[in-house]
């Protein structure tokens, strides 16, 4: 069995190199960033600096009449492949694809606050399941079929995935987990006449699987993610804000409610500047409710291909548990290529 996949992954990249040979073409590129990054004292930082290198690789050529193009990304020096997508351009019938990590539908406007570097509740702590809290994603954003159309000044970004979410070379993934289907719309002000607006809206259903006969938290099965945001830039000034809502449809769950708002200054063409505020409301169905209050700031500056950005973040009552609280400094310095 190991032989018949080496010869068939050998001759589909020949073939695939004799398209590349007439009809696409494949470009590189990467970055480096070197970080600092400093922890609360109930962690332990260890060794603060770190270094993580960016390779990325696109290609694209015309297929029967039709734009493919395809992209991977690689992470630490090909340590393993990051993020991948496949697409095909329709032309007016739009652009269908399958992701593997480079997001897609719902996930794409989980935080559209406006930030000069991270967001606010990057490098926090987290409850380790699916990241920071109150981030809207139903379908998620690996093993995903994604499809994206603009009609009227308006795009829509939907995405579906059946079973797990984890990433799977050959379509036979064991992770566990249900499939999922979400779909964003986004535009701007333009056609109300008013420049400067940007706006977005979305929802999605992502599948718990069976669940016992007397565990039904509500009646259905699929938890619910919804979001929508508004964005106004002036001049150097940009300010925004989003509301999100997600319904956990268990015995156990609590349903979390984000309120998010931020404004970023361009002192120049140069130096940004932003400050951000969160608040993640749980619904204990057996408790009382707690509030998750985050903020941050951040800075960065551009010279060239050099970047320095940094930012410090501080969230208290932490994952819905009074008294856990949690922050962080980051440092970047990054060199594209």
Known sequence: MNNLKKVGLTALAGSLAAVSAHAAEMTVSGATLLTYTSEDTSETTGNPFGMKTNIGFTASGDVNGMTVSYMQTSIDQFAGMSSARLSIDMGDMGTLAFDQG??????TIDDKTPTA?????????TDGTNGPNGLVGAAGNSGVFNYIKSMGGVTLNAAARKGSGAKSADGASSGAGQGGWDFALTGSGEMIGLDGLSWGAGYGEAENGEEGAGAAHNASNENEHMTAFLNYALGPVTVGYQQSHIAVQSADGSDQNVKAWGVAFNVNDDLAISYGDREVEFENPSAADITENGDGIAVSYTM??????GNRNEVTDNDG???SNDQMTEVAVSFAF
């Open 102 to 107: 480079s997001g897609s539908g719902l996930a």
């Open 304 to 309: 060239g291909s050099m970047k320095i950005a």
């Open 321 to 323: 548990t009074t008294g």
């Open 117 to 125: 570097a991270e967001e606010i509740w990057d490098g926090l702590d």
